[in-house]
């Protein structure tokens, strides 16, 4: 056994991993792959959500040890409450326990790895002395930023109003104390690099989505169908496909579909659907891939949000023709408009990119090949590890 893998590594999580629906759940899950192949991994989940059987026994079958804390639901609620009154987030608050505070406080030693996912486990941290890292993902006050000028519902503006300063505050507080801080968007981790040890280390795509080594033929491509793909129920996705139907679906012809593709569509999504037969709302799907490779194109008109958008990658890496927005492209480094995926943030001008697209007016192989190429050169799960086993030796 390596000198590493018998040093204790505790990661803590809100969210179970499994089963990976969802970017945040994807990420968790590949991490904790990584870490367990490092370390002696503990995953330490604190949720208020019911954990069942098949969650727990990938935690074991990926962990040396497991420790589920379950959250009262009306405790997480009241703490959020009272955050309105206190310098701590909302987020903050709803996951932090202080008696799970105690129980971590005694299984943390000097010599062992905290790895926080997320500013809402960072807390539990706080007082560990040896080496932290704060697994950040994105940053939650720049994504508050854009977004509450952006988002057209009520109760997320508000939220994003209260929250917005307090998040700033606290954001810089735990990247500073922390020993590192890892974040997926290259943007948000150089906005951050002035405030303590930053890393950029982008998210990968799945290993399967790897073996489409050949962009679809012109003749495989289903004519007039756009798709969407994402977790239904994340307003930043919600923002998005609403924008499509809202301002570019009225561009279209009649014939145009848009298919959305996720789990847990809300109502004001299945409303959309109610308004306009050309709007199809299949949620979740086992395999969208192939539904998504043979569109005419795949849609990322992200709006609010912020990180790396996993479906972008997932859908350069299977070859389709992506068009996103400036919000949408501009994590992902290295990536160019025109070459990769198309960058538009105009309604109009991006309906007739979709027209001249699914009429043939351009010839979509050369982008979706270079699409493919370019996420199999640079967006791995596997130089996800190295990366990270990397900038951690560099802080011992």
């Known amino acids: 056994m390596s000198k590493e893998k018998q040093r204790k590594c505790h990661f803590i999580i809100t969210r179970s991993p499994f089963p990976a629906i969802g970017g945040d759940r994807v990420k968790s899950f590949n991490m904790i792959k990584i870490l367990n192949s490092i370390y002696c991994l503990n995953i330490v989940l604190v949720t208020e959500e019911l954990v069942d059987e098949n969650a727990i026994e990938f935690l074991r079958q990926n962990s040396s040890s497991v420790s589920v804390y379950n959250l009262s639901l009306i405790g997480c609620y009241w703490r959020s409450f009272q955050s309105l009154f206190t310098k701590n987030s909302m987020q903050e608050s709803y996951y932090y326990s202080k008696n799970v505070a105690l129980l971590l406080e005694k299984q943390f030693h000097r010599n062992d790895i905290v790895i926080c996912n997320l500013i809402r486990t960072a807390r539990y941290a706080s007082d560990f002395d040896g080496l932290k890292i704060l697994d950040a993902v994105d940053s939650i006050f720049l994504n508050y930023k854009r977004s509450i000028s952006e988002t057209k519902n009520l109760f997320w503006k508000v939220i994003y109003y209260l929250e917005k300063r307090k998040?700033?505050?606290?954001?810089?507080?735990?990247?500073?104390?922390?020993?590192?801080?890892?974040?997926?968007?290259?943007?948000?981790?150089?906005?951050?690099?002035?405030?303590?040890?930053?890393?950029?280390?982008?998210?990968?795509?799945?290993?399967?989505?790897?073996?489409?080594?050949?962009?679809?033929?012109?003749?495989?491509?289903?004519?007039?169908?756009?798709?969407?793909?994402?977790?239904?129920?994340?307003?930043?996705?919600?923002?998005?496909?609403?924008?499509?139907?809202?301002?570019?679906?009225?561009?279209?012809?009649?014939?145009?579909?848009?298919?959305?593709?996720?789990?847990?569509?809300?109502?004001?999504?299945?409303?959309?659907?109610?308004?306009?037969?050309?709007?199809?709302?299949?949620?979740?799907?086992?395999?969208?891939?192939?539904?998504?490779?043979?569109?005419?194109?795949?849609?990322?008109?992200?709006?609010?949000?912020g990180g790396i958008q996993n479906k972008i990658l997932e859908a350069l890496a299977i070859g389709c023709c992506v068009i996103t927005t400036p919000l949408g492209a501009s994590p992902i480094s290295g990536g160019q408009d025109s070459i990769h995926f198309y960058t538009i943030d105009d309604a109009s001008k991006l309906a007739q990119k979709i027209i001249d697209v699914s009429n043939h007016s351009i010839d979509t192989t050369e982008i979706r090949q270079n699409a493919i190429n370019f996420i199999k050169n640079n967006f791995t799960w596997g130089s996800y590890r190295s990366l990270m086993i990397k900038s951690i030796s560099e802080i011992k």
């Open 167 to 305: 998040i700033c505050n606290n954001e810089w507080k735990w990247v500073q104390s922390f020993s590192l801080s890892l974040f997926v968007n290259s943007l948000e981790a150089k906005y951050y690099e002035q405030w303590g040890t930053v890393r950029w280390i982008p998210n990968g795509v799945w290993d399967d989505l790897l073996k489409f080594n050949i962009a679809p033929k012109q003749s495989e491509i289903k004519v007039n169908t756009i798709t969407f793909l994402g977790k239904m129920n994340y307003q930043p996705n919600v923002d998005a496909v609403k924008w499509v139907c809202k301002h570019v679906m009225p561009l279209l012809p009649p014939y145009f579909e848009f298919l959305i593709l996720g789990s847990e569509p809300d109502n004001s999504i299945l409303k959309l659907a109610a308004k306009d037969k050309r709007v199809k709302v299949l949620g979740f799907v086992s395999d969208p891939y192939q539904i998504m490779r043979t569109s005419s194109v795949f849609v990322a008109p992200m709006q609010t949000g």
